[in-house]
């Protein structure tokens, strides 16, 4: 058996950012902190600061008064920020710049009287943030169906925004569905699913046709990382989307003579790592890493941490 090993593949420069942000205001501060909901969507690494002694919460409620307070990488919408005041919470905010480039969008789009049409998946914490921006201004839709279903004036100024961690391809429908349907639409002059999820979609989009098997190590409910095994799928292969090397199972790789291993965006290389040595004590697999585009993107820690840090300097 061969192993490829994906490159690009796992932490991207808003979780690394997200995570560096925790561990450096539990060093500062304790662990005594909350974050709103998960810090980013793995299991293990929410598991990880669970042990540290962090607090992880659905509601500003369940966080005690004048208690410290992250945000996920995420996002949140200006609602909760002002629960977090009204409870006099000290914030940090490790929302993903990118991810807040989607809200300043919004807030722009809405301000000038659009519709904007946000593509993304309901329910996911990023929409949630996004939608929380503009709420009388955004309407959300899935797939091409749900553009149909619009019943904006056709002279009306729309504009559409996406989640960032959609699928290129699946996007690129309901974004050529919305052109059909309304000529004039708007959209941001930089598009909206960031370079990560591209880059780690092209990756497997390039090394599943020659591999059996393909294998993604993420959680269930990381869009990103549900994105790849979808895409693995999409090339007719086995492909499973897996937290860490207990869930994988030895009939899954019964002839296969190729294995593709990627991670989601926020998958920790360790579980990565695992996998590897897993199938190559089972199966003598050997290894080969396959870059298929180079990453240097880095985001700095937010501002008000580094003003804490240095005050303390
Ligand atoms: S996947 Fe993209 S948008 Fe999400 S945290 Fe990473 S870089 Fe930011």
Request: negative net charge; proline residues 4%; aromatic residues 6%.
């Amino acid at each position: 058996m061969k192993i490829l090993v994906a490159n690009p593949r796992g932490f991207c420069a808003g979780v690394n950012m997200a995570i560096e942000c925790l561990d450096e205001a539990i060093r500062m501060f304790g662990s005594n902190i909350y974050v709103y909901h998960e810090i980013v969507h793995n299991k293990y690494v929410v598991e990880r600061f669970t042990q540290k002694g962090v607090t992880f919460v659905n509601a500003i409620s369940e966080v005690p008064e004048q208690s410290i307070l992250l945000y996920s990488a995420h996002g949140v919408s200006p609602e909760i920020r002002e629960q977090s005041r009204a409870r006099k919470l000290q914030t940090i905010d490790a929302t993903c710049p990118l991810v807040t480039k989607v809200h300043l969008e919004a807030v722009k789009y809405a301000r000038e009287g659009y519709h904007i049409v946000l593509i993304g998946h309901e329910g996911h914490d990023e929409v949630i943030g996004t939608m929380g921006e503009a709420p009388a201004s955004i309407t959300l839709v899935e797939d091409p169906e749900d553009v149909a279903k619009l019943s904006f004036p056709l002279d009306a100024k729309v504009a559409y925004l996406t989640q960032t961690t959609l699928s290129v391809e699946e996007a690129g429908r309901v974004i050529a569905s919305l052109k059909s349907r309304f000529p004039k639409i708007e959209s941001p002059p930089k598009e909206d699913i960031c370079y990560a999820t591209t880059n780690r979609q092209d990756a497997v989009k390039q090394l599943a046709k020659n591999s059996d098997v393909v294998i993604v190590l993420g959680s269930q409910n990381s869009s990103n990382s549900r994105r790849l095994q979808e895409i693995g799928a999409s090339f007719e292969k086995r492909s499973f989307l897996v937290d860490g090397a207990e869930e994988l199972q030895r009939e899954w790789f019964s002839d296969a003579d190729t294995v593709l291993i990627t991670a989601g965006a926020s998958a920790p290389e360790v579980v990565v790592q695992d996998c590897i040595a897993w199938l190559s004590r089972e199966f003598g697999a050997t290894i080969e890493e396959v870059t298929t585009r180079e990453e240097h993107v880095a985001f700095p820690l937010p501002r008000e941490l580094r003003v804490l840090q240095s005050a303390r300097n």
